[in-house]
């Protein structure tokens, strides 16, 4: 258990007087948000987010790019034609280095015919055993800001590690079928379907808060799921939000400083494709950590106001505490 010098929350810290304490954050004292937020920003360093941010992005290529490959398989199945329409959509927004790479993965599923199906059936089991290491990677940052451990053992600690990484490729999937499915491609569907160009006009525009939506419920579900804290789910949390929020305006403040400022592609050349997309990857994950982080002291507020003594921890109900207990202790 971290043992740092207690952590002393912006809304009365630990009076330590008896008191109910608030069902939920959002009924803290008005006036508590400021000091939550100040006191989020200093755990921001305490907890070595940035670090966290770097070990989430490093699983997170690892998961990326198998799935990636198993995505452009499938693609290789298709006909032709929309084979060469989604490729070019998913190059669209590919790294420079790596567009050929996929172009090629095409070709050649193509060229297979039935062959390719072991190969990614295969592509797909790699892909979710390796965006599998990335939520666990989560849940033990999750464990980090919460200041807890993880006490659920491996049989239950697997399965919902599991149930976070199908969800959440089920929705990122989703996501990327709305980034796919655009311009010509999305004027062609449109036209199988039967569907005319005022059709097509509002997918191009409704189909960008409907993501954002579905980003928000993916953080919404890794701030709930992973962390070792018993606690009920929300749609929306103030946490959530605020990483929603932080991700938007730092991934468009990271954009217009590549485009009107930086010189990665004179430092990089080709790499630099990849190197902003690792930084932009860096990023998010902090965007999602400072949310989670700013929930975890929320909680602690919380605690406090119901005379959870200052400094002590857990400040949260653990979901489990079995791998916490020392051995031969009997059960609490």
């Known amino acids: 258990m971290d ?3 207690p952590k002393h929350s912006g809304a009365t810290a630990g009076a330590g007087g008896a008191g109910k304490a608030p069902e939920k954050p959002s009924d803290l004292p008005a006036g508590s948000s400021r000091g939550i ?8 360093k305490a ?5 966290l941010a770097a070990a989430l992005t490093y699983y997170a290529i690892l998961a990326i790019f198998p799935a990636l490959l198993a995505l452009v398989s499938i693609v290789g199945l298709l006909s032709k034609p ?11 927004v590919a790294p420079g280095a790596v567009r050929s790479i996929l172009t090629d993965i095409v070709t050649q599923v193509q060229a297979g015919g039935n062959k390719a199906l072991i190969p990614l059936i295969i592509g797909v089991v790699v892909a979710l055993w390796s965006a599998s290491g990335y939520v666990a990677a989560f849940m033990r940052a999750g464990n980090t800001v919460y200041d807890i451990g993880e006490g659920r053992p491996a049989w239950k600690a697997l399965p919902v590690r599991f149930a976070i990484t199908v969800f959440i490729v089920v929705v990122l999937a989703a996501i990327s079928v709305g980034i796919v499915f655009t311009g010509s491609l999305a004027r062609r569907t449109g036209s199988v379907l039967g569907l005319g160009d005022t059709a097509v006009t509002v997918w191009n525009y409704a189909k960008w808060p409907v993501m954002v939506i579905l980003f928000a419920l993916v953080v919404a579900v890794l701030h709930w799921a992973a962390p070792n804290v018993r606690h009920g789910f929300a ?21 217009l400083y590549v485009a009107n400022f930086s010189s990665y592609n004179k430092t990089y050349g080709a790499f630099a494709g990849i190197i902003i997309f690792l930084i932009w990857l860096w990023i998010s994950n902090i965007a999602l950590l400072l ?9 602690r507020a919380r605690a ?8 002590k921890e ?19």
């Open 3 to 5: 043992q740092r010098e």
């Open 37 to 44: 937020l100040k006191r989020t920003l200093k755990e921001y």
């Open 47 to 51: 907890d070595n987010l940035a670090d």
């Open 82 to 92: 929309t084979a060469k329409s989604l490729t070019d959509n998913i190059t669209s």
């Open 235 to 255: 749609w929306i949390t103030r946490g959530s939000l605020l990483s929603v929020v932080i991700w938007i305006v730092a991934s468009a403040l990271f954009a």
């Open 291 to 299: 949310g989670l982080e700013y929930s975890a002291e929320s909680e």
């Open 304 to 311: 406090y106001e119901g005379g959870h003594p200052a400094g």
């Open 314 to 332: 857990p400040y949260v109900e653990p979901r489990d505490t079995r791998k916490l207990r020392p051995p031969g202790a009997p059960p609490s």
